[in-house]
């Protein structure tokens, strides 16, 4: 019997619009009904989420930040501080990398520097709460995750500057196809998800989990009941038990009523 259910935000639950998909309300009020858990794992920052699910956010518990961020009843239970040095190291290789916009994430708010209007409105797609600042090394909130933003090298700039640079003492990960997201060294949504499983007492064999991307992975192996998007790229798709229909077709619904409800 399952539960609990963990899932990604974009390119899983939520549709190509990105919103919510008709009929969640319905379903989270059924998944209540049966005291499963509903678990909310994104790159995004706890306020974003709290904006895009609204009144009904107090139902659900969060993993933000790609696992730098855990709130659960309510209530932050972990936040994981990257060190000063480090994010001042991260913003200057950032600054050395053509087409980078470097995003300081603190738990209350996001921080940018200056950059061309199409930047500024993926950013603000993702970060609802967001402070546009003359140096980001004059920032002293505690940052859990920086992200860099790049309209169009992303990916090789992933595999060729900042994984070979940071990642034996960080983890970098592409969270999507213009986002790189860097975190401390463990922090990942597998190992958020897991906490939450062992403070409840769930077991794998009663985890449900969606994903869609790379930032997924390691959630996706906390889950017997491990589904990749349809709709994910093909090399994602070895790393779920199942396939559910595509975030379009409103696959996390589905795989909810079929092996929850």
Not at 60 to 79: P, R
Not at 176 to 201: C, R
Not at 243 to 250: G, K, M, R
Request: aromatic residues 8%.
């Amino acid at each position: 019997m399952i539960k609990l259910i963990a899932t990604d935000m974009d390119g899983t639950l939520l549709d190509e619009n990105g919103n919510l998909p008709n009929g969640f309300t319905d379903i989270l009020d059924r998944v209540r009904a049966k005291n499963i858990k509903l678990v909310v794992a994104s790159g995004r920052p706890y306020y974003t989420l709290q904006t895009n699910f609204g009144p009904i956010g107090r139902y659900l518990s969060f993993i933000c930040e790609n696992g730098a961020l855990v709130v659960d009843n309510n209530k932050i239970i972990y936040e994981s501080v990257i060190d000063n040095d480090i994010v001042t190291e991260l913003i200057k290789s950032s600054k050395e990398t053509d087409g980078n916009v470097t995003i300081l994430c603190s738990a209350k708010c996001a921080y940018v520097e200056e950059c061309s209007d199409e930047h500024l409105t993926e950013i603000k797609k993702y970060y609802t709460t967001l402070e546009i600042v003359a140096d980001l090394n004059n920032i002293t909130d505690d940052i859990v995750k920086v992200t860099f933003c790049n309209l169009e090298n992303s990916s090789e700039n992933l595999n060729t500057i900042f994984k070979p640079k940071f990642e034996d003492k960080l983890n970098v990960v592409g969270s999507g196809e213009i986002w790189i997201d860097i975190s401390n060294k463990g922090v990942n949504k597998g190992l958020a998800l897991k906490s939450l499983m062992e403070t409840d007492n769930i077991s794998k064999e009663e985890t449900m989990v969606l994903g869609d991307y790379y930032n997924d992975i390691e959630m996706l192996q906390q889950g017997e009941y491990s589904f990749v998007m349809e709709n994910s790229p093909e090399d994602m798709k070895q790393y779920g038990k199942y396939i559910a229909a595509s975030n379009v077709e409103h696959g996390v619904l589905r795989a909810i009523l079929e092996y929850a409800l």
